[in-house]
């Protein structure tokens, strides 16, 4: 049975980065994982079968202009133990944090060729907000894929006007460290695409929840 928990100390933080360098395609430094890690334990996840580490979740949360953000930053789950929804698994606790901690939406990028995690991704309801030109080191185009959390309407702006004229993605404010986000400053907008709503179901524990 794998078990899930969440990080407790630097002492996972190897195992941590070495099942992101074997899988992921961009390389990241020591100081990208304590930055993401350090900051915001509770939104690191591992998956164990027994002693072995097989998957593992690393994100953030914070303000983004006018939005409270989450922010997906790597997800891995080795191959042997790939079909088994652990991945879905690692994100939906993720998501649930992010929600209760007030999260308007999630973002992440992935690269437009990654089947898998976009297929995943559309299955709990995030959109294709935006395709950002040879985004990764390795040349490739990334979708920038966000969830957004239904909240109750404001009372104080009935005609839901709040941010029209106002594009969040084109922001030029940020405190991150990776390459990701080096880029977000320099990112060639291919301008908003038709949002496509891939997904078929949502995720029940905070669909609806307006809370
Ligand atoms: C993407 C990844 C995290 C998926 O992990 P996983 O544990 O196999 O995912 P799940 O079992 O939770 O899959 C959930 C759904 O995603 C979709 N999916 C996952 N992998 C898929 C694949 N290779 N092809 C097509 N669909 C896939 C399916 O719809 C699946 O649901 P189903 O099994 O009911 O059909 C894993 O393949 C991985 O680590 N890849 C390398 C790293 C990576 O690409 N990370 C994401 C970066 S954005």
Redesign the pocket.
Known sequence: MIQYVSYKDETQLETIMSLIDQ??SEPYSIFTYRYFITLWPDLCFMAFDGDNCV?TIVCKMGQHRNTFRGY?A??????P???????????TRCIQVMHDSGCDEVT????VT????L?????LGFIRAKRLHRYYLNGVDAFRLKLLFPRPPDPNNLFGLAGVGHDVDHGHVHHDCTHHQHHEDQEQCAGNEHPHVGHTHHHPRWEGDNS
């Not at 790597?74 to 191959?79: A, D, F, G, N």
């Not at 992440?108 to 690269?111: F, K, N, P, R």
């Not at 990654?114 to 995690?117: P, Q, T, W």
């Open positions: 899988e992921l998957g997906i790597m997800l891995v789950v080795i191959k133990y790939r079909g088994k929804g652990i991945a879905t698994e690692l994100v992440l990028e992935a690269e990654n089947k898998g995690a297929a995943l991704y559309g299955n």
